[in-house]
């Protein structure tokens, strides 16, 4: 069968394997190129939500730039006779083939990262990738990369959903339709105490506290461990759907599971540290359908690529490992990481630089439907949604036939 892209209000229903492996294969290539391992860069790695967007590229950037055995954990559709599998699949099907061909150790694991039992089977096969690379089954970078809608809490068995909504007043905001350009105007209510709870539930931290306590009972933790969770903070103008919205309220619990961690097992000399890093707004499944965003980041992207500053997923977690956590100072530990003043990672810095922010905010109050496409790059936010999901990928014949189980 040959397939085309099914689209519908930015979500996108289906994938290109050729075209996910194509797109693996390129952010191969840069980590090799820009990255390269020394006594202090990872051996073994787990990722968890390995897949796709910002865990695809840690973990690329741990196994092809640093040499690493990689443990990865996603939940995605496997395809069947009758229906595709998602482009995470494909992608950790392409990840585990290259690194195969590269002789580096790689496992694969699909499933619910919030369920103990899914944990339990992370932590064998762990055990069983180092003793396969021959190395000690200590977990030198763990990186918690989860975008998730929904989490059943392993204690209670109570299924939680998070919403994307606003905190005290309703919203109104600007969205785009990446596929024609057109404009729409995206309102949300604002979210209710329930609603708020249980988006911290599923995208807080307690979570990635469960995963970094597990560790360290199964003994995989040491005192180079470096544990990374990623979030947004993003400009003024997306706060009040974002930062100060129900996610914002779940991303600053992220926040306070990092400082626990770091309470419980850094100071302890347990762990080498955890940091919460704050990343740059990129195109990937989930950013796509937070409302303002797509408009945002087509002016972004616009702005950024003009100034010779524009980043994908691999760049930045390539400036993530060598300008932060690995850097040549690493052998000192975790007070070589450069942090701002809450301990986070900034490597949203360029995004959030004085000029950039200016010429953006100018840029969204001049765009009118009859210019978008000229003066925001709707376009390259279009061209990186479809690459997200394998289309679009330069290189890729399209009108080949596919086999979806392949
Ligand atoms: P993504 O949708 O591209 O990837 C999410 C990953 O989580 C996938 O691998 C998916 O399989 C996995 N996943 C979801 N539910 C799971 C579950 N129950 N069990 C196991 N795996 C599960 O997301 P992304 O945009 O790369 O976001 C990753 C993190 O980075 C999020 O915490 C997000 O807030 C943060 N972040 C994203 C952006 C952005 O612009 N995209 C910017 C800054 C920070």
Redesign the pocket.
């Known amino acids: 069968m040959q397939i085309k892209p099914m689209i519908r209000n930015n979500i996108c229903l289906n994938a290109h394997p050729a075209g996910c492996a194509a797109n693996v294969r390129r952010q191969i290539e840069y980590a090799k190129k820009n990255l390269s391992k020394d006594e202090n860069t990872p051996k073994l790695a787990l990722i ?9 590229a840690s973990r690329i950037c741990a196994g092809f730039g640093y040499g690493a055995v990689t443990v990865g ?4 559709n496997e395809p069947s006779e009758k229906r595709m599998g998602t482009a ?1 699949y494909y992608n950790n099907k392409a990840f585990d083939n290259e690194a195969g061909k590269a002789s580096l150790v790689s496992v694969s694991l699909n ?4 369920s103990g039992e899914t944990k339990a089977a992370s932590f064998e096969a762990v055990r069983k990738a180092s003793a396969k690379a021959g190395i000690p089954a200590k977990i030198d970078l763990f990186v918690y ?4 809608p929904v989490r059943t809490d392993p204690k209670t068995g109570v299924m939680y959903k998070s919403v994307i909504k606003p905190i005290g007043d309703a919203f109104s905001g600007k969205t785009l339709n990446m596929m024609d350009g057109a404009f729409s105007i995206s309102k949300a209510e604002p979210a209710t105490e329930e609603e708020i709870f249980n988006t911290v539930k599923v995208m807080g931290g307690e979570d990635w506290e469960l995963w970094m306590d597990a560790l360290e009972n199964e003994g995989l933790l040491s005192s180079r461990t470096r544990a990374v ?4 903070i993003g400009p003024e103008l997306s706060w009040a759907i974002y930062k100060n919205g129900t996610i914002g309220r779940a991303k600053e619990d992220l926040e306070r599971a990092c400082r626990d961690i770091n309470r419980r097992l850094t100071e302890k000399n347990k762990i080498c540290g955890a940091w919460v890093s704050v ?4 195109v ?4 796509a359908v937070i409302p303002i965003i797509p408009f945002y980041i087509s002016c972004l992207y616009k702005v950024m690529k003009g100034m010779g500053l524009h980043e994908g997923c691999a760049e930045q977690i390539t400036r993530l490992y060598r300008g932060r956590l690995y850097t040549p100072n690493a052998a000192q530990g975790a007070g070589a990481v450069p942090v701002d003043s809450e301990n986070r990672i900034r490597i949203d810095d360029w995004e959030m630089r004085d000029d950039v922010q200016k010429a953006v905010i100018e840029k969204m109050e001049k765009i009118t439907p009859e210019n978008v496409f000229s003066e925001t790059d709707v376009a390259g936010f279009k061209h990186d949604f479809l690459e997200t999901h394998g289309f679009d990928v330069e290189g890729v014949d399209y009108d080949a036939e596919v086999n979806i189980t392949d």
């Open positions: 968890v939500g390995c897949s796709n967007g910002y865990g695809l954990l996603s939940f995605e995470g499933g619910d990262a919030f990369s989860l975008a998730s969770a990623y979030t947004y990343n740059k707004a990129l990937t499944r989930s950013s």
